[in-house]
């Protein structure tokens, strides 16, 4: 028996896995969203210093001489747009006013707002976060408005502030992330958990306490009025435990019933076992009655007696699966014959049509068992025929086929009668014979199908025949 497994624990059910796969999933789709909007909050905050030094450029331009403008007017200009300096560049001619108690920087990173496409202002704003806001910044751009065009204006400026900047704005994208990824995995924990969740849940649980006792009618699952594929498992899965508690209860009793038959027969045959040596002893008297009535006798008790054999024989069928070897075809056939009374019959002839050296992977014992019956079957019908079947024939043949190869079992006798062909492979009802059980073509056809072939019959005008096909893959190059 397998280990019983219990259900999940409150951290490894499937609700606890969907809610933190919508969580990750929210949280990647956020990250996506959050690098183009840090890049367009970088390009927003250098637009601002850059903008301040475009005002700063017209002022340039309408002053003649930028180098009598007041320190303080021009130091106030510049803190205004946290600057360290500003470059205004016209008609090969560059004007530059800085902090007085700061010296311009010998190295600046060279930032252009001209570039505006997505993969720069990402890069952008990695580059920023990454390298800790210890740089001076370069933003250079063209100035509008009433001033030329073609004029530049070069805005330099520390990376510390913008690069607070952005942390500050990160960590709010951050929060905001992971409300709206919490608050919707909620609601779709809620919803999913309605639909999916609780049902799969109730379902599982079910499952698993119908298997721990499966005969308990109780636990069979009640379906819901659900109508989509939930409700379909219910409904099936209501149907199977139904079934199967059907099953086991009926299979039950066939177990007491075949236990109370087998002593029965047990019983029956020892009984018919001593009548027979009673009437062997009766044979032998002289009295012409007893003469006539005494084979009479004999045939009734030896027919018993094979019943209660065959019973008993069914009975011991264990269900042990083949133990294939390799196996001379033709001469198993021939043993088969033997054992069958076909070899050496007087009035029936054989013929063992199997090619020389045919080599095939199968149970010896279990094929022979049914080559034995198949045999019997069409000896015993074409001697119920006598005199009716003129060259009266068995024969058995070898021929290769879609799935692998057959053998053939064939006679030319009366055939089946229709009940035996409507209940063929039916125990106690596929007996072409009176007072037959059917058990030996029902015993024939389960050995077959454990070397994974199939038994058929193939009805002859005259005669009858059984077909065993069996897989390519017993067959022994």
Known sequence: MSERRAMPGLFSGLSVKLIATITL???????????PSAGNFRQSWLNDRLR???????????????????????????TSAGAIAIVYRRAGQSQLIELDERPMPKEAVTVDMRQTDYA??????IDTLTHGGDRVLRI????????????????LVDERPLHDDLIAYSWNIVLISLLVALLTAGVLYLLVSRLLIFPIRRLTENMVAYRRNPENATLIIAPTKRKDEIGIVENELAAMETDIFSMLRQRRHLADLGLAVAKINHDLRNTLTSAQMLSDQVVALDDPKIQRLAPRLLHSID?????????????????????PQPVDLRALVDESAIDAGLRGHPALAFDNAVPDSLTIKVDPDQLARVLVNLMKNAREALEAAGDRIADARVTVSYAPAAAGYTISIAD????????????????????????GTGLGLAIARELVAAHGGTLTYVPLDPGTRFDITLPAATLVA
């Not at 301040?52 to 510049?78: E, F, K, S």
């Not at 720069?120 to 704003?125: F, H, N, Q, R, S």
């Not at 063209?142 to 530049?152: F, I, R, W």
């Not at 089946?416 to 125990?427: E, G, I, M, S």
């Open 412 to 435: 030319n006798g009366p055939g089946l009668p229709p009940r035996a062909r409507d209940n063929l492979f039916v125990a106690f009802e596929g007996s072409a014979k009176a007072g």
């Open 52 to 78: 301040i030094g475009i005002v700063a450029a017209r002022v340039l331009d309408t002053v003649p001489d930028v180098m009598n403008l007041p320190a303080m007017m021009t130091d106030n200009l510049l």
């Open 120 to 125: 720069t202002l990402i890069m952008g704003a």
């Open 25 to 35: 999933v929210i949280l990647a789709v956020e990250v996506v969203i959050y690098l």
């Open 140 to 155: 250079l751009g063209n100035s509008d408005g009433t001033v030329d065009e073609e004029a530049e204006v070069e805005v």
């Open 303 to 323: 027919k018993a007696v094979a019943f209660a054999q065959s019973v008993v024989e069914y009975g011991r069928q264990s269900g042990v699966p083949p133990r």
